[in-house]
């Protein structure tokens, strides 16, 4: 089965940190793009960060610059995203997807199903 699934999620306090993972079964992520996105509740999705599939260079969201870390290992076919400082803004289902590349949102994106992060006070 195609799939990408998230892991990781939880309840943490405010200024803690939590590492997501993101593991691809039925492909490999290799030639991929691979993007995490974020959705509050009564927000739109947003992009949080993206990794290229061909140079490693990354790019993030200016909301969470100098907190969160994108990387991926494809050798064990998974992104992770590392989250430090959370606020209480950071509350969110965390999406990853599979892209062609980190220039835009695609129809042939591939999603995950998310994982839930809240932060608590």
């Known amino acids: 089965q195609v799939q990408l699934v998230e892991s990781g999620g939880g309840v943490v306090q405010r200024g803690g940190s939590l590492r997501l993972s993101c593991t691809a079964s039925?492909?490999?992520?290799?030639?991929?793009?691979m993007g995490w996105a974020r959705q509050a509740p009564g927000k739109e999705r947003e992009g949080v960060a993206c990794i290229s599939a061909s140079d490693d260079s990354r790019i993030y969201a200016d909301s969470v610059k100098g907190r969160f870390t994108i990387s991926r290992d494809n050798g064990k076919n998974t992104a992770y995203l590392e989250m430090g400082s959370l606020e209480l803004e950071d509350t969110a289902v965390y999406y990853c997807v599979a892209k062609r590349n980190c220039n835009g949102v695609y129809r042939d994106d591939f999603w995950g199903r998310g994982t839930q992060v809240t932060v608590s006070s």
């Open positions: 039925g492909f490999t992520l290799d030639g991929f793009a």
